[in-house]
């Protein structure tokens, strides 16, 4: 098992491609990960309960209910790790995955290589996340506006105390943000804050994930007061760090 993935990891691969499946199951039973399959999910949030998944590596195009409905049931219930699997011409879906609050996706054909590093990167944050989960605050998080934001568990906690640990893009967007305070952002700055990978220039994922983080930070969209807009330039944090 890998040294730095804590605890025997389990992760669900959910792809009806059997060859596919097949060969995903082979690659992290080689890695050390406990791995359990299958070909459609339908009731995917029960099996994630019931065999204490940590990681779905999911596929947007399945029988029966789709990828996308099934991000959204998991993340309305359930903090697992969710990593959709996207083929070449399905930009749009990959925007509502991370809308629906996928963490990350990988798109077809993908090098197992780089498919592993961004399963042991979220599993590491899954797991971390879960172990602190009731020690509060951090001393090294961002405080702004009576919210604070945790670099180490991606988390942020609201004025009322509530905890949510952000999907990776939606943390990767604000992490960008509040270390910029008053600086404008442009879109291709904040595309490579939160892509380590390529993009194309009519990429919406920045706007998607600005509405999100808005909502979630109660900052009306037609009068934001923490994530502003600069038209034609992109966007800035004007909320008060403490």
Known sequence: MPHDTPGPAHILIVEDDFASRSLLVSYFEKEGY?????????????QVQRESIDLVLLDINLPGKDGLTLTRELRAA??????????????????VGLELGADDYVTK???????????????????????NNT??????????????????KRQLTGPNGVLERLPEG??????????????????????DAIHDREWTPNDRSVDVLIGRLRRKLGDSPSNPQLILTAHGAGYMFAGELS
């Open 109 to 131: 054909p993908f090098n197992p290589r780089e498919l592993l590093v961004r399963v042991k990167n979220l599993l590491w944050r899954v797991l971390d996340a879960r172990q």
């Open 34 to 46: 406990r791995v359990s399959e299958t070909e459609r999910a339908d009731d995917l949030l029960q």
């Open 135 to 152: 020690t509060g605050r951090n001393s090294s998080a961002w405080q702004f506006e009576g919210w604070s934001l945790d670099p180490h």
């Open 170 to 191: 939606e943390f990767k967007l604000l992490q960008a943000l509040v270390s910029n305070p008053g600086q404008v952002l442009s879109r291709d700055q904040l595309m």
């Open 78 to 95: 359930s903090r697992v790790g969710i990593i959709l699997v996207t083929s070449k011409g399905d930009e749009i879906d990959r925007i």
